[in-house]
């Protein structure tokens, strides 16, 4: 008998959530998916109108990478700067593409070196790139903010 009430005990215990309301099971669904998503990655990059939307995430983060890459170059080759050292150094920018597809620079690593020879090289590299729009990235169907960065590296050899 005792064996039977500790069973019926334990039972009991192990079957609360035949208990539990509506409201607190669907929370706890919620908070399981919520749990479950990799908020570090998207489901589809963001996209410039020559990129495949149907292609795998690879090739779209790809097609990404390369037309963002070209754009800059374009942007970057455009400017004339006149140097009285050699300058052969890296500075790194970061970038947003909010929820509706516009890029703004984020932060421009302070260098030192690349500032001495070019005073106003941040404020010509921010209003060269102010001006980019792409499709935004889309997680689980929803237009969010992606961070990037990306080096430029100065050579005047």
Not at 79 to 106: K, R
Request: aromatic letters at 8%; one cysteine or more.
């Amino acid at each position: 008998m005792r064996k039977l009430l500790v069973l019926c005990f334990f039972g009991l215990l192990a079957s609360c959530e035949l208990f539990m309301s509506k409201e607190d099971k669907t929370q706890k669904m919620v908070d399981e998916e919520l749990l479950a998503i990799d908020w570090n990655d998207v489901d589809k990059y963001p996209l410039f109108e020559d990129c495949d939307e149907m292609a795998t995430k690879q090739v779209q983060r790809d097609c990404f990478q390369s037309e963002i890459l070209s754009h800059f170059s374009q942007a970057l080759d455009s400017l004339e700067f006149q140097v009285d050292n050699d300058l052969n150094d890296t500075m790194y920018v970061d970038f947003l593409v909010d929820e509706h597809g516009f890029i703004s620079i984020l932060n421009l690593e302070e260098n030192s070196n690349i500032l001495k020879e070019i005073e106003d090289f941040n404020a010509q590299i921010t209003a060269r790139l102010k001006d980019l729009t792409v499709a935004p990235a889309l997680k689980r169907g929803n237009p969010v903010s992606l961070r990037f960065r990306l080096p430029i590296v100065l050579n005047t050899n």
